[in-house]
Nanobody, 118 residues
């Protein structure tokens, strides 16, 4: 059973940047499509971005296109989410997991809180 430990969240002003990290264990990272999700207060969890096992293809939700970049380092068992030009509406708890359309999700980690506020 896979495990996920997310980190890198925090308080940032609008227009700022953060880089989230997700350390995984219990499975072979390169064999799975990995994804970042987020859940804002009072809203359902939504898919933010995903990346293929080979890292050759990825997907971005419309709200984050052109601002966020997903990447991973299979050797370090880590998935990243670089977030630029942050907006207040990006405020949420961010989680990583195996993509729901590729056999996931597995058990959720604790997530990392991102708060965009002046």
């Amino acid at each position: 059973q896979g495990q996920f430990v997310e980190s890198g969240g925090g308080l940032v002003q609008p227009g700022g940047s953060l880089r989230l990290s997700c350390t995984t264990s219990g499975f072979i990272l390169r064999a799975y499509i990995m994804a970042w999700y987020r859940q804002a207060p009072g809203k359902e969890r939504e898919l933010v971005a995903d990346i293929s096992g080979s890292s050759r293809t990825n997907y971005y939700g419309d709200p984050v296109k052109g601002r966020f970049t997903i990447s991973k380092d299979n050797a370090k068992n880590t998935v990243y989410l670089q977030m630029n030009s942050l907006r207040r509406e990006d405020t949420a708890v961010y989680y990583c997991n195996v993509a729901h359309h590729a056999g996931g999700p597995l058990a959720w980690g604790q997530g990392t809180q991102v708060t965009v506020s002046s």
